[in-house]
């Protein structure tokens, strides 16, 4: 718990309370995902099926999907087998239920993929009626699986490495926190604009409370995330961190959430990425060694990905 | 009707004229939809088509499509009928039209969805060319059908929940307007930005008239929509509702229309919500009681959403 | 040609040059597009083949694609023949070209649209490869084809309906100009932005030049598009029209380029549209009528789009 | 290598380093990407296929789809050849290997594409099975390459034609830099923006360093991108230009990066392209002429886009 010195005033339109969160644990995660849970509506009211999706595992989707194919074909196999196995033509006719199950199953498939094949098809009114439904059924269906599998795969995404630590090194004759990242991937970020705050676990009043400091970043808009990015908040006296020593400030419980946005030039779109730093990720005494170098002949920049985080210690 | 006693100006900017509705009744729906009917055009010119679909409550778009299935098939079955029935090879000659039809109706559905299981297979000029054209009709009004399916699925939407009364409390030496409302869904709101309009019916030179005033919103941007956001009007001397006692208040016809809008991270897109609030919504001399708690193991932050209506009464 | 007594500076950033269009004629058509032609690129290198598909009529378009449907078929069907009508399985054995060409041709559309009947099936290895290829292709470009007709379906589109005449009426004790524009459709537009630009063709040392002024809006955003929005130009020092008689007036030769922005909800999009009005459009000494009125039984507002341009006479 | 005389301050937010590239090269290619090579992490976490595919030029872009469907087609093809061609039904029964994987090839296109004549039918459980999966994969797989293949054409881009010298004019009493670009599409572009960065490579303290300056545009937006726009940076004692003379300019090694921000009708989004020049493009003392003119009968203007680099001598 610690006793900020600085006069600032702590800001209100964090969105998140003063007592958000217990001692110790976190706002954001590092996915810059809330710590958060809802509760009071059913769960049908508090989810969106779109945002559920689009979060989900690739593994995990794909999974589902094929779940969900199973289950659709396994409930039109069982219509089919109670309509009457002899209303596919083409099918053996057998007394096995298992077998007569497993033809319907396949016919059902050949019939939501629409590829009918045509050597098993519907005869009779209910039989032709359950595969019409099947085939609209099969690609209203489609539209959203495959809709949602291209929106995954589309989806504007930031795709921003960061520095592990979030450190405080010498600047300009005093000291600055800094953090470090960079676009991993081959998209191309301009007008980027970065963001940082910092909640602090307090005791107010014999109480434990959270407050929220803007901290100012020095340079906070670039034309181009082209290199890494350093951003440096200078430890001054309109910062929450004045004054405190590097023990004052490993006992500190404080959170560092920075947030990014960028104009990505393929998505035609905005990106952004949140991330959060804790006490935990602190480094008190270091500074950022250049992660990027001419390449041998000279040609272009080399961008080591690797070395965000590397760093020298520093003394003060 | 009110006399507002307010000094300041009010608004023209809105977008709603000053005799736009009748005393009573509300600019903006509950549902943020505009209580307003347009003339003058034909049905066509003034329907946009795709905003109707996309409009329309989920299961009547489902039954709607389905119709339009069902509707297509039977034109094309009864095309295939005139054609001759005996062009569709594969099915059985009757002399029963019911049952031509029948198989001229399920011959369609198997050309309209692609699926082609060839039983039944067209034969003849005049039955190749209607099969052909029912396939290209086919697939290019499944792209609209299921476009749209996906586009209703996918659309930026804000999912807020709003509390259903708006409270004047005391709030720091003075009284204030307050309303609340939180993200209900999965979904990750940042710079959030809210607006506030005041619409008063007044009696001015015998005449009832709609006047406007923006109401000043203490903290009208937060970063994160995480938690549950307490939009503040401070009654102060800019405020229309300055001086009015309950008694006024009640008597006086007013509308408060809520707007927020948010970047939405899933969609990468701005998302709005806007909804009214009536006199009818008002509580005079209440104060809001905290949504969100701490998890029991302290771990994270638990959301009420059925608590943003939760007030307790207090005596000014 | 107008000696214009304005004392404003004339602007330069209107992206049309001083030259740019010859006595009488516009700059920018009633529909919004540029009075443009573009040379010296081959034609290929100046189409933007998706802006042409999207802006082409609706009905044109339809043919275009059908008429790209047919002559892919037409294609495939000769390239069938080419290879032996005999590897196209049952099809009957013709010595009629026509008769080959026309199974083949019927065998193509069931492959590119991939309804694939069977009844009709490639033999032989060359066949085999002609129709694997076929329906890949038919695939690909069903994708462009749907893709195309659904991005055309939901294009973001702003339905603005104007008045047809812009108008010179009296105002707080001076002139201003008017025009009148409403959302048609069932569309909501909020945060609405107008601007008005005017370009005058003037004589300078006796050779004709275009000169671009901004002509001041008295309120140029809205919150909500709900009604008709009147654009107030008042005809101040400031204004080109400034101490203009309508003789004078009638014999400039000026357009008065109109664009306007809102957001909306639906696309979740900015939507523009723009139009300009010419001396031809302009009625001296008239004021609108209010296009809107309250419902008989007064439970909303209904806005007549027949009335944008109604109007009475007014004498100065 | 330069010695600077202005006495603006370099700029830092440019997103690139003081050492990022070595003299003589560039930090921005002509077709605007960036002149960069990340490492550090394993190549499939610095690639965003999306981004990739996206850029891929046509021609590769299309084969790389067919080379994917032929490959998986031969995966399916070998396990139905190991499942046995016999349980693909309606195949003939060949002691051929090579013929036989041929008509499981062919029948695998088939079901991929879902046309399914049904010539060929699987038939018992694995046969079924591996056709069934292929037919769920084969919609999968065609949602998403037909999904790039329209993300590619639809994709919002400035098509932006630049001329190929930046040249240094005389300009109302001084000197000015000015490069002219224009929309050589037929793509409506308003609210354009551009931005010119100068980049200096300078030696400081013995050492190569790399300054960046903003370049001052005298006028950096414009309302509509209609005809071709010259922007231009006065040389005054604010530029990086200042008072050097032709030979120094020449012996300089300078790059300008040029970014422009314009919103697409069409697109309905902000679309954005960048160059850069060199000291090699530079062109001393000339001026652009004029690239558009009336057309023969007065109705309409013409850009000749053939014409942006057209410009006189100019001796100062």
């Known amino acids: 718990m610690a006793n900020l010195r600085n006069k600032s005033k702590s800001l209100d339109n964090t969105g998140f309370g003063s007592n958000a969160s217990a001692e110790g644990t976190r706002l954001i995660n590092k996915d810059g995902t809330l710590n958060l849970k809802k509760v009071g509506l059913p769960f049908l009211e508090r989810l969106s099926l779109y945002h559920a999706l689009l979060r989900l595992p690739r593994l995990k989707f794909l999974l589902l999907v094929f779940a969900f194919y199973t289950i659709i074909n396994i409930f039109f196999a069982i219509v089919y087998v109670l309509v009457g196995i002899e209303h596919l033509k083409g099918t053996d006719t057998s007394t096995s239920l298992a077998y ?6 396949f016919f059902s498939s050949q019939t939501l993929t629409t590829v009918g094949y045509g050597h098993i098809s519907p005869s009779g009114l209910l039989a032709n009626i359950v595969a019409s439904l099947e085939s609209f059924m099969g690609i209203m269906s489609f539209a959203l699986v495959t809709g949602l599998f291209f929106a995954r795969f589309s989806r504007p995404k930031a795709y921003l490495a960061f520095s592990e630590s979030i450190i405080i090194a010498p600047y300009k004759e005093a000291k600055a926190l800094m ?18 705050t910092g909640a602090f676990h307090v005791m107010e009043e014999g109480k434990e409370v959270t407050k929220y400091f803007t901290l100012a970043i020095e340079m906070s808009k670039i034309s181009s995330l082209a290199l890494s990015w350093t951003l440096v908040h200078v430890i001054d006296e309109q910062s929450p961190f004045w004054r405190l020593n590097e023990d004052e400030l490993m006992r500190t419980k404080f959170e560092v959430i920075v947030g ?3 104009f990505d030039d393929h998505y035609s779109n905005i990106v952004q990425q949140r991330t ?11 500074k950022f060694l250049p992660a990027f170098h001419r390449s041998p002949d000279g040609s272009h920049t080399v961008l080591n990905l690797h070395q965000l985080n590397k760093m020298e210690r520093v003394v003060f």
Chains 1, 2, 3, 4 share one sequence.
């Open 100 to 105: 007569n199950f497993q033809q319907a199953f």
């Open 179 to 196: 953090l470090r990242f960079a676009s991993k991937k081959n998209n191309n970020l301009t007008d980027a604009e970065a963001q940082l």
């Open 260 to 262: 990014v946005k960028a």
């Open 276 to 286: 959060s730093y804790t006490t935990n990720d602190l480094v008190f005494g270091a």
